[in-house]
């Protein structure tokens, strides 16, 4: 049982201020090394430096990561006051909450840490030096956006930073930059990840682009990481550029093994391109916006050379091709075997997640993914019904693992032979994920697909079909799907879904 004792400053403080049982058994047990807190209900400024002190006697702490997942806000001020007393023996700290500096509506209320000064006679114990022993740093996001000069005084004391997630920052002229900072304090990060909220609505160019700067000002060959979590908004993006993002990739070609760029920027088609091909090195890739519709890779630019990440294990794009008329005469079908030939040579992948985006000729807008399907992908055999026109056995690539391309794949000539992209992926012997524009069809999956798929991906724990009502949405009847998807489904158990999961939080993903 905890000894209470009545003289402690946390029992005085505890006497005014809510109830804090987190700092309560972490006042008891001063020799704990991982400490993981969410939800706080720090709804006072002594309610805050209660937690800050009881946090600072850790002094065997290695591990802290704080997530706000309440509807409780906390003080602009927490997180610095916060970083000025952990422990010199910290090696990870993870400040996953929103700090507000002005009053923030949540759910009718006005909430914002009230001031308490009853405490003041309990000072706060700051750290004397730097965080020597410091390796990963994720710091809050700031309703009022951080200065270079805020960066530059936290990472003064973070001389061995590996692991850095920061906010997007406002890029003020005459201010510190960030490169300035991370090169002159922060040499070894080695991790980069940004995050801008969608509550921020007052993004600018400049701040964006100054991030990409600042990775160009990093060493060569240092870049292992780079996630980018940005706005959505559309208004933002009204500017494009490609070649900023293509020289700052390129420079880390041969170190880069996770990108991850989410709703941020204008990532041209050429520039995915670059990277599938280039980037030899990347163990993960995923490129995402909102609704799919913004970054994307053209399929003529998807097969026109070999990819050179052979070593990928997770893949996430999306691929946009025109929405002409798909029969095995079309070349459109040659170079979607192509696409698929491609993918079928990354055999190491564990998780893909492939979304189809059709434009129409006199349209420039895109379907959403969930209403179409990558053809062929799942098919063994042709089907001569309106569910699934004849694919064609691409003969684009028939050298394609001694990397020989047309100069213009399109004036391929088109193999009739009547069958399914599916048996492309064959080599996909280590899959486990698969996500993104796949229908069952009526008549396009049987009992052949779903046998080939049981033996050929036997580490499979999961695949995403598009939403369940799409029947309804098409005109069919719920009891019109078809048998063998019924069948796999049953046989499959929950490692089959027919409607879109959510993603899994990965690295530095918010």
């Not at 040579?345 to 969930?370: A, G």
Request: with cysteine.
């Amino acid at each position: 049982m905890m000894s209470h004792d009545p003289n402690s400053p946390l029992t005085q403080a505890l006497g005014s201020s809510s109830n804090l049982p987190a700092s309560w058994i972490m006042y008891n047990n001063s020799s704990l090394e991982t400490i993981e807190l969410s939800a706080l209900l720090c709804l006072n400024s002594i309610a805050s430096r209660t937690l800050i002190r009881t946090i600072s006697g850790l002094q065997q702490l290695k591990r802290l990561t704080i997530r706000q997942t309440s509807e409780v806000v906390l003080d602009s001020n927490f997180a610095f006051k916060l970083f000025k007393c952990v422990p010199p023996s910290l090696e990870s700290l993870i400040m996953d909450f929103y700090m507000y500096t002005s009053p923030f509506i949540v759910n009718g209320f006005q909430e914002l840490a009230q001031p308490d000064d009853s405490d003041f006679h309990l000072p706060l114990v700051e750290r004397d030096g730097p965080l020597l022993k410091l390796k990963e740093l994720r710091m809050p996001y700031n309703d009022n956006f951080y200065t270079g000069e805020q960066f530059d005084r936290i990472l003064q004391s973070c001389p061995i930073l590996e692991r850095l997630v920061i906010p997007q920052h406002r890029a003020n002229r005459n201010d510190v930059t960030l490169a300035d900072s991370i090169n002159n304090h922060c040499p070894l990060v080695r991790h980069w990840s940004i995050i801008a909220p969608v509550l921020l609505v007052d993004a600018r160019p400049r701040d964006q682009e100054a991030m990409f700067r600042a990775l160009n000002s990093f060493p060569t060959r240092q870049v292992e990481t780079l996630s980018w979590k940005g706005y959505r908004d559309d208004r933002y993006f009204v500017f494009d550029t490609p070649l900023i993002a293509m020289d700052c990739l390129l420079r880390f070609e041969d170190t880069l093994c996770h990108l991850r760029l989410v709703d941020a920027i204008q990532i041209s088609s050429i520039t995915i391109r670059t990277i599938l091909t280039r980037c030899t090195q990347l163990k993960s890739l995923t490129i995402r916006d909102f609704e799919a519709q913004r970054n994307y890779i053209d399929i003529l630019d998807a097969v026109t050379e070999p990819w050179g990440c052979t070593r990928i294990e997770s893949l996430e794009i999306s691929v946009e091709a025109a929405a002409n008329e798909l029969t095995p005469e079309t070349q459109e079908w040659a170079i979607w075997g192509a696409f698929a030939r491609q993918i079928g040579r990354l055999t190491e992948l564990r998780s893909l997640s492939l979304r189809s985006l059709l434009r129409t000729p006199h349209d420039t807008s895109r379907t959403m993914y969930t209403y179409q399907t990558l053809p062929g992908f799942l098919a063994l055999d042709a089907r001569s019904d309106i569910d699934l026109v004849p694919t064609t056995a691409d003969p684009i690539f028939n050298n394609i693992d001694q990397g020989t391309y047309p100069a213009n794949p399109t004036d391929a000539a088109i193999d009739l032979q009547r069958t399914g992209f599916l048996i492309h992926l064959a080599g996909l012997t280590r899959l486990q994920h698969l996500r993104g524009s796949f229908h069952m069809n009526l008549h396009a999956f049987t009992d052949q697909e779903a046998n080939w798929i049981r033996n050929q991906w036997p580490e499979l724990e999961m695949l995403e079909f598009l939403p369940e009502d799409f029947f309804l949405r098409e005109g069919y009847e719920e009891n019109a799907v078809p048998p063998a998807v019924m069948r796999f489904r049953n046989e499959m158990g929950y490692r089959v879904h027919a409607f879109p999961v959510e993603v899994e939080r990965m690295w530095c993903e918010e």
